[in-house]
């Protein structure tokens, strides 16, 4: 099992930025695919990046790419989101997820997720 607990949501104005973070307990977190998708009200979750187990590949949704940034410290058993040029449509529930695949970017690829840090960017 892996436990895993966000943080770093809350209320930013457009243009501005966040950082989440999602730090993992349980089972070598280390071997496993990281990812942050994002759900927005009344929509479906959405694939927003992901990083294999050395962080040595990324993928991007493409809506995303460019603002941004996934990264992992294997260290602290910890993964971010920086979050750069933030807009309204960014707006959602973000989810931390861990896959043992390693390219994953489906919400069935991903054996377990934490609880969601709601991100709100105002106008």
Same mark, same amino acid.
């Given at each position: 099992?892996?436990?895993?607990?966000?943080?770093?949501?809350?209320?930013?104005?457009?243009?501005?930025? &966040?950082? &989440?973070?999602?730090?993992?307990?349980?089972?070598?977190?280390?071997?496993?695919?990281?990812?942050?998708?994002?759900?927005?009200?009344?929509?479906?979750?959405?694939?927003?990046?992901?990083?294999?187990?050395?962080?040595? #590949? /990324?993928?991007? !949704?493409?809506?995303?790419?460019?603002?941004?940034?996934?990264?992992?410290? #294997?260290?602290? #058993? /910890?993964? +971010?989101?920086?979050? #750069? $040029? &933030?807009?309204?449509?960014?707006?959602?529930?973000? +989810?931390?997820? !861990? $896959? !043992?695949?390693?390219? !994953? /970017? &489906?919400?069935?690829? +991903?054996?377990?997720?934490?609880?969601? /840090?709601?991100?709100?960017?105002?106008?």
């Amino acid at each position: 099992q892996v436990q895993l607990v966000e943080s770093g949501g809350g209320l930013v104005q457009a243009g501005g930025s &966040l950082r &989440l973070s999602c730090v993992a307990s349980g089972r070598t977190f280390s071997s496993y695919t990281m990812g942050w998708f994002r759900q927005a009200p009344g929509k479906e979750r959405e694939f927003v990046s992901a990083i294999i187990w050395d962080g040595g #590949n /990324t993928y991007d !949704a493409a809506s995303m790419k460019g603002r941004f940034t996934i990264s992992r410290d #294997n260290a602290k #058993n /910890t993964v +971010y989101l920086q979050m #750069n $040029s &933030l807009k309204p449509d960014d707006t959602g529930v973000y +989810y931390c997820a !861990a $896959s !043992a695949s390693r390219r !994953a /970017t &489906l919400t069935y690829q +991903y054996d377990y997720w934490g609880q969601g /840090t709601q991100v709100t960017v105002s106008s």
